[in-house]
Antibody, heavy 119, light 113 residues
Framework: EVQLVESGGGLVQPGGSLRLSCAAS????????MSWVRQAPGKGLEWVSG????????YYADSVKGRFTISRDNSKNTLYLQMNSLRAEDTAVYYC????????????WGQGTLVTVSS | QSALTQPASVSGSPGQSITISCTGT?????????VSWYQHHPGKAPKLMIY???NRPSGVSNRFSGSKSGNTASLTISGLQAEDEADYYC?????????????FGTGTKVTVL
């Protein structure tokens, strides 16, 4: 059974940093690209960042480019999102999602972790 | 550059069919057959319902079907059931560099009357 479990969310002040983790199990993690998707309160889903299976390619939405860094450790089956210079508008539930393949969508998602940016 | 456009809400009675539209551009929905649909119950993980415009993952009811015409994709739910009440999002691969490889729709709340 595929499982994706996010952790690391919490309350952080504007300008602060946070690192999210996503522990994967039930599939060969190193074979699949992964992404982070977020949902701000009362809003829709927004793709945030993606990484290829071997980590040689990374992608970012313009809204987080230069502030967020996606990475992965295939030996630990774990996906990360380092979030710096956080803003109030980054407040959201952050989901990690497994790419189906070749930009075709996401076949499995985690339950999400809440990030709140507020003073 | 913005999200794909969906109706904010769609409703239907049990047993009826409803259709949710998802309108984009030739840079996303119209240009590629990489449209997917997700069901999202609040507080739960989103669930993939349709991928590659028309394909259903294993375990998804055949009451859910997808289609596309030009820059608009559609999700049809037939034989509407109470458990179908949820938020639904479309997504597409996009060649727009400002949006990254994926763009989501604005979301549609489905209400079963």
């Amino acid at each position: 059974e595929v499982q994706l479990v996010e952790s690391g969310g919490g309350l952080v002040q504007p300008g602060g940093s946070l690192r999210l983790s996503c522990a994967a199990s039930g599939f060969t993690f190193s074979n699949y690209a992964m992404s982070w998707v977020r949902q701000a309160p009362g809003k829709g889903l927004e793709w945030v960042s993606g990484i290829s299976n071997s980590a040689d390619s990374t992608y970012y939405a313009d809204s987080v480019k230069g502030r967020f860094t996606i990475s992965r450790d295939n030996s630990k089956n774990t996906l990360y999102l380092q979030m710096n210079s956080l803003r109030a508008e980054d407040t959201a539930v952050y989901y990690c999602a497994k790419d189906l393949s070749a930009a075709r969508g996401f076949d499995f998602w985690g339950q999400g972790t809440l990030v709140t940016v507020s003073s | 550059q913005s999200a794909l456009t969906q109706p904010a809400s769609v409703s239907g009675s049990p047993g009826q069919s409803i259709t949710i539209s998802c309108t984009g551009t030739s840079s996303d929905v119209g240009g590629f057959n990489f449209v997917s649909w997700y069901q999202h119950h609040p507080g739960k993980a989103p669930k993939l319902m349709i991928y590659d415009v028309t394909n259903r993952p294993s375990g998804v009811s055949n009451r859910f079907s997808g289609s596309k015409s030009g820059n608009t994709a559609s999700l049809t739910i037939s034989g509407l059931q109470a458990e179908d009440e949820a938020d639904y999002y479309c997504s597409s691969y996009t060649s727009s560099s400002t949006l990254g490889p994926y763009v989501f729709g604005t979301g549609t709340k489905v209400t079963v009357l």
